[in-house]
């Protein structure tokens, strides 16, 4: 059988594989980085990312389980001020659950 003939996943099936892998990379990754690997995804971005999921598949009570489990930990918080989200001077801050970082000067796009 050639590759080209390789049958496309149902919606189950892709849900239950992106489900299983974060999972899995939750299990492996650290709760933090230090400052050298900041913007590295974390075990608490594949948690969110997963209760993201669970969202898109209408598995309300297990995204509900999974966002309250972030907010409960006390390790993110609301800015006081929701237009400093958006400020340079703001990255990383503690809203931040997973962040591309921006490097001036790094090219056209302006990230690393």
């Not at 099936?13 to 990379?25: D, G, P, S």
């Not at 598995?59 to 006081?80: H, M, T």
């Not at 790094?106 to 690393?112: D, I, K, L, N, T």
Request: glycine residues 4%.
């Amino acid at each position: 059988e050639s590759i080209y003939a390789t049958k496309q996943s149902t919606k189950k099936e892709v849900f239950e594989f992106i489900e299983k892998e974060l999972i899995e990379a939750e299990k492996n990754l650290p709760t933090s980085w230090d400052a050298t690997n900041m913007g590295r995804a974390t075990a608490w971005s594949a948690k969110a990312l997963l209760g993201k999921t669970y969202l898109y598949d209408q598995k309300w009570a297990l995204a509900a389980e999974i966002f309250d489990e972030i907010i409960l930990s006390n390790n993110f918080n609301l800015l006081a001020d929701y237009e400093s989200v958006f400020s340079k001077n703001n990255e990383n801050n503690s809203e931040s659950l997973f962040e591309i970082q921006y490097a001036e000067g790094a090219g056209p796009s302006g990230f690393a």
